[in-house]
Each structure stands twice: as C-alpha cells, then as structure tokens.
C-alpha cells in the first residue's frame, strides 16, 4: 500500500465532511442505509461531539453513511476506497454489499471498488464501527477482573490505560483511482549516507519495466513477477538531519512494452542513517540525546481526530521549546503527521498500540493482532526519514516469562522487515524486565517524586540513580527515558514546592535530568507528557491527565521556560 496521491495517472478526492450516524441500539440492516441520529464530523473522534454519555463511552457498534458521485470520466479506472484509520474496528459497505473490514486501528486499509461503484446514480457507502477491547485486541480492554489493582482498576470505560478510549472514522477517507492495466503497490527506498538509493517494489498488472528519475539521474528495472529493484546515486547528497530536513523525490514511471505510461507516483525520501553504538545513539554518526516528549493525538471535541492545525501549532511549540523528537505514545500517529515531521526534521520512535499487554490475560489472539498492527506499521512508514526507531509496545507486564518469547517474536518480525532502524521497547519494570534483550535501546518509565516519593524531589533523585545504575548493570545498552513527570494544575503555586503546582513539576522535573546527565548511558529525556490529554474516569484524574509540560489547550506551564533554556544548549558538544 502506498499514501495516495493524485498524479498524472491517478485521481484522489477525500470523503470527509459530515456523516450520518446512529448507534447500533439492536442488529438490524444498517449496512442498506439507515435513519440516522446524530450528524457526525469525519475525520475525528465521536465522542466529545455529542453532550449525552449514551455516546460518549458508547463503544459497541455505531454506523456512519454517506452517499458519493462518481464523475463519469473516471469510469475505465480501477477504483479504490481507502480509510487512513477506523478505530478499532472498521467495516464497509457499499451499495450494500460488504467490503470487508479491518481492525486495530491507527493503520489504513483500503477496498478496490472497481466493480461495485455505480457510475449512473449515488453511491452509498456505509461503515460499522466497533471499540470493543478484549483480551484478543492491541490494546487491550475491559479485563474487568484485572487483578493487579493498579492505578486504573475500576475506571470508566475499563482501560488498561489511562487515556481515553476515543472511536470512529479518526483520519481521512479517500478515493483514489489507477489504471486498471497496472500500478504501483508497494515501494521501498534505502539509502546510505554516500547518496546511494536503493528503490524496490511491487507492481500489479501487466508492467514490463518501471523508471525512475531523481534529480537529473534516470535508470531503469524491469518488472519481473511483479517486482522492480533499481539503484542510483545522489552526487553531492544533503543529508536528512534534526531540524534541518533534506529530502528528495524519485518519480517512479510504470510501463509497458510500448513504453506507454500506466502508472506515475513521486515517493519522497531523505538520506540519514541511524545505528546505535555502544552507549550512542547515532545519526549520520554524530550522538544524539532525545530532547523532548511522549505525547497524544488529543484535542477538545475531536479527540483524536486528524486536526493539521494543531499539528502545525504542536510542532511551532516543539522548535520553540528546542525539543528535538517525540514518541508517538501509545499508537501508530496519522501518516500525514509523519510526513510533516520529515518536512521539518523531528525525530520519531514510532510506537505500535500495544500499551498495557498483560500476560495475565494474553491470548494467541493478542500476539496475532500485535504482530499484525506492527507489520502494518513498517509497512506503512518505512519510507519516512524522520521515523528513527521503531517501539513495539509500552508497559507490559515483562517480568513474567511468559513475555519472553511473545516479545522475542515482535523482535523478529520487526527485523526480518526493517534492518535500517533501531528497535526499542518501553518497560516500567525496571530492572525486572525479563525481554531487553532483544532491543536495541532500553527505554523505561519512571515515576519517582509522582507515583511514589510523592513531595520529596531530593528521594527521588537518589531513587533514579539507583534504578538507572540497576537497570544499566543488567542490561548494558544505552537507556532512553520515555516518561517522568508530574501532574501539574496551571496558575497553582507553592512554596516550597509541593505536589500539582507548577513550582513542583520544574523542580521534579530539573532535578531528575540532573541525574539523567550525569549518567553517561543515558541517551535521551522525554518528559511526559507534551501536553494535558483527555482520560478515562478514575479518582486519580481530575479533568484529564495533567502531566502536560503544556495545557491541553497549547500554553505553556512554568517547566517549558526551564527547558527551553536547557535545551538549548546540545548536550553533546
Ligand atoms: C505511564 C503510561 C502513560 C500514563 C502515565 C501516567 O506510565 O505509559 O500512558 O499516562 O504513566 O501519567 O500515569
């Protein structure tokens, strides 16, 4: 699957808009279109739309439908219907027959229509929703008798997690055409920093050769069971770097014998390489710290709808503070974010949404639907310079063996597919974290002066060494810091510092990268979280989560001056 685009041989128009949506109070025949209840925005969230709770936490099946024109010229085409994510699970309808369906969410997926799409009247296509978490989803849900009661036992809707379950059709839906004689499927491009690329791929249809052209360079590959592999070299290359994002285009020609063009596509890449050696981590073999946060696809009323401009305005806030990268927490991020952090040069570890497994509850069902959504992510991202590791999952429960070789098997599937990036997993199991082996770089949550040692910056600050020294003694592989922090109520004051107040976030929040510097094998500090975010209802949330360095409206809270001024300076000279 590629990121549509309209090119000379391909149309594109996106279904968004306003819907018809009605939940599905009892099963009846939704898919031939139905009466609807609500109006409802797509691409967003439905939850934070309506004022009832009815619909709110309502996670069973809901129906979106909408009727389409298609434009009589586009009628020799082969015509594909993509959803960029339906959270979690998708099912399509068109004309009232069934498409097919998609779960896991937060990746595309897409229909080839060709033969259902009426040309002579509307088209109606409908969608069955669903965000039933079980034991056999990534994430995981409604493990009502979670045993470990931990800080989200008993919250509403039963997560796992903390952050609100948000459903619906979240990103574009578009419509997209190819020739039917053939068109590109898949592209890969790699690159090393000498400005070799390598470009390989996948054609349907009946293609004899694909062309590529970059800069003033054009070499040609035939097309041999539907695959193509070219080579070139870029004289001169501008590497891809933080802030400074150099990127380049090969347009990519599908033809025939006759040399006709049947399909063009531009895939954009950049050249940097990223390797981990020793206690580095290195891009275009300079050591880089990770400056910056874990952050949320969340926003007043559109949950986690795709908004470009709070993209736009996250990313301002990001240059502004000097932050050098995030991790997309805890789900795979549109893939028009993406493409705008390798427009602007910010680093991504890239998180499958596996958040919270618990071996207490893992089926064969749970690995198959993890396996499934990280191979989709690879997939879908590879191209992107500014992905720099990929994550396969936050906080499971890794001190049972049994993680052991689930973990093993993500490990490998990631490798057998991308050998080009570093792979990492989150623990908050510290020391006792029983799969570090199989990843590149350790990275750990850790709560000192919050979740325990509330109110005793100093305690804490001894609690990270020692943790930090363990951890690093048992696993001997540099140690990135994906979340510490503190929940913080804008406009509250202290002194002395004392929990929720802004005095106590920057203090907290100082004093543990005080620690984390001194320690040579640290190689990076991700405050959690970038922003305030919305969550599920627990006593221990007031209004959402607060631990944002910003509001969930995008000001600033005291820490961000604090870190602006520290991050300034490059930690390594
Ligand atoms: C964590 C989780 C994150 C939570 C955070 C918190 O360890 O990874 O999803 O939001 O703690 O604030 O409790």
């Known amino acids: 699957m590629i990121y549509p685009k309209r090119t000379r041989t391909r149309d594109l128009f996106e279904l968004n808009g306003i819907w018809d949506f009605a939940r599905e109070l009892e099963p009846g025949d939704f898919a031939n279109g139905f009466i609807p209840e609500k109006q409802v925005a797509v691409p967003s969230s439905y939850n934070d739309l309506f004022t009832e709770e009815e619909f709110r936490s309502w996670d069973r099946g809901v129906w979106y439908q909408r009727t389409f024109t298609m434009p009589k010229m586009l009628k020799d085409e082969r015509i594909v219907l993509r959803f960029n994510s339906v959270s979690y699970r998708g099912e399509a309808f068109l004309n009232g027959t069934r498409l097919g369906e998609h779960e896991t969410g937060y990746t595309p997926f897409e229909f080839d229509i060709t033969d259902l799409v009426d040309f002579e009247k509307d088209n109606r296509l409908c969608v069955r929703v669903e965000n039933i978490l079980s034991t056999d989803t990534v994430p995981m849900g409604n493990l009502c008798n979670d045993p470990e009661p931990g800080q989200f036992a008993g919250q509403y809707p039963d997560t796992p997690f903390d952050f609100f379950p948000y459903a619906g059709i979240q990103r574009p839906v578009m419509i997209y055409t190819t020739s039917k004689k053939a068109w590109l499927d898949s592209v890969v491009v790699t690159t090393q920093n000498d400005g070799t690329v390598k470009v390989t ?9 694909a062309v590529f ?11 041999v069971d539907g695959t193509f592999e070219a080579s070139f070299k870029i004289d001169d290359v501008k590497l891809w770097d933080v802030w400074e994002p150099n990127l380049y285009e090969v347009a990519i020609c599908i033809q025939n014998d006759a040399g006709e063009a049947l399909d063009e596509y531009a895939q954009r890449f950049g050249v940097r390489e990223i390797k981990v050696e020793g206690n580095r981590i290195l891009l275009n073999g300079k050591p880089v710290y990770f400056q910056g946060f874990g952050r949320h696809e969340d926003f007043p009323i559109i949950g986690k709808g795709l908004n470009h401009s709070v993209n736009i305005r996250d990313h301002e806030l990001l240059k502004w503070i000097n932050a050098n990268s995030y991790r997309t927490t805890h789900y795979p991020y549109s893939e028009e974010l993406i493409q705008l952090c390798d427009e602007q040069g910010i680093l991504i570890i890239s998180e499958a949404p596996a958040v919270s497994i618990n071996f207490e509850f893992v089926t064969e069902r749970t690995l198959e639907a993890h396996l499934k959504v990280l191979g989709e992510l690879i997939e879908r991202d590879r191209n992107y310079p500014s992905v720099v590791m990929w994550s396969v999952a936050n906080e499971a429960t890794t001190n049972r063996p049994e993680s052991i070789p689930y973990f093993k098997a993500l490990s490998e599937l990631v490798r057998s597919m991308d050998s080009t990036r570093p792979v990492t997993m989150i623990t908050c199991k510290a020391e006792e974290d029983m799969v570090m082996e199989f990843f590149d770089v350790v990275g750990v949550n850790l709560y000192p002066g919050w979740y325990h040692l509330p109110g005793q910056v100093k305690e804490a600050k001894e609690d990270l060494r020692d943790t930090l020294e363990k951890m690093y003694a048992k696993f001997k592989k540099p140690i990135l810091i994906t979340e510490f922090g503190a929940d913080t109520i804008p406009g509250l004051h202290s002194l002395p510092a004392e929990q929720w107040s802004e005095e106590y976030q920057t203090e ?17 500090e991700h405050i959690w979280n970038f922003a305030d975010f919305r969550t599920a209802q627990n006593f ?11 509001t969930r409206d995008r000001q600033p809270k005291m820490v961000c001056h604090f870190l602006k001024k520290l991050w300034a300076e490059p930690r390594y000279k």
Request: proline letters at 0%.
């Open 508 to 524: 907290l929040i100082l004093g543990l990268i005080e620690v984390m510097r001194d320690l040579d094998y640290v190689v990076g």
């Open 540 to 550: 221990c949330r007031v209004g959402g989560n607060k631990k944002g360095a910003f």
């Open 213 to 223: 052209q970059c800069l003033e360079t054009t070499v040609e590959s035939a097309v």
């Open 201 to 209: 791929g996948k054609v349907a249809g009946a293609a004899a050769k």
